[in-house]
């Protein structure tokens, strides 16, 4: 995260690539199927009660290097089931607590295959760290996976219906 009075344009760069609109989430927003949130500089996001996005004050780099755990652990602690856990890429260990969190409250955890890179980053720290990683993949992999988990899902959950 930049600086707290930095302007971001993260909406705009993965507006640019998402399938999805992407929204900058307000205070108490709740969250919709089919469109994805960020945070700003100064506020992170994460999932309070009952589907609605909180908003965490952050200014001065208060959760520093923690913004994805912050966001993983209000995921678990949470959401109700089936939900997924991701780290792609970043520096540092960030998201190894969260994704050891959701695994340990039942969701699904998935980590980028490492590129070997000389430093460790996220994806080889979350694969090392307290908590197994349910699947370890290139993008197109983890996609097809998620893929596959939730059409699974969705089937079970209409046959329990009918």
Avoid at 4 to 16: Q, Y
Avoid at 85 to 108: C, M
Avoid at 128 to 136: A, K, T
Wanted: hydrophobic fraction near 40%; aromatic fraction near 4%.
């Amino acid at each position: 995260m930049g600086h707290p009075t930095n302007v971001s344009h993260l909406r705009e760069v993965l507006g640019r690539c998402s399938a999805i609109p992407i929204h900058v989430a307000s205070a108490c927003e709740r969250l919709r199927h089919g469109s994805g949130y960020i945070g700003e500089p100064d506020a992170h996001l994460t999932l309070a009660a009952s589907n609605f996005g909180e908003l965490v004050p952050g200014p001065f780099d208060l959760h520093r290097n923690r913004t994805v755990d912050l966001l993983f652990r209000s995921v678990a602690a949470q959401a109700s089931g089936g939900f997924i856990g991701v780290v792609l890429s970043g520096s540092l260990d960030d998201g190894s607590r969260g994704l050891a969190a959701i695994h340990e409250a039942g969701g699904i955890t998935m980590v980028l295959t490492p590129h070997g890179a000389p430093q460790k980053g996220m994806p080889e720290n979350a694969i090392g760290y307290d908590g197994p990683i349910d699947f370890i993949g290139t993008p197109e992999a983890i996609a097809a996976e998620i893929a596959g988990r939730v059409q699974a899902r969705w089937s079970e959950r209409r046959n329990l219906l009918l």
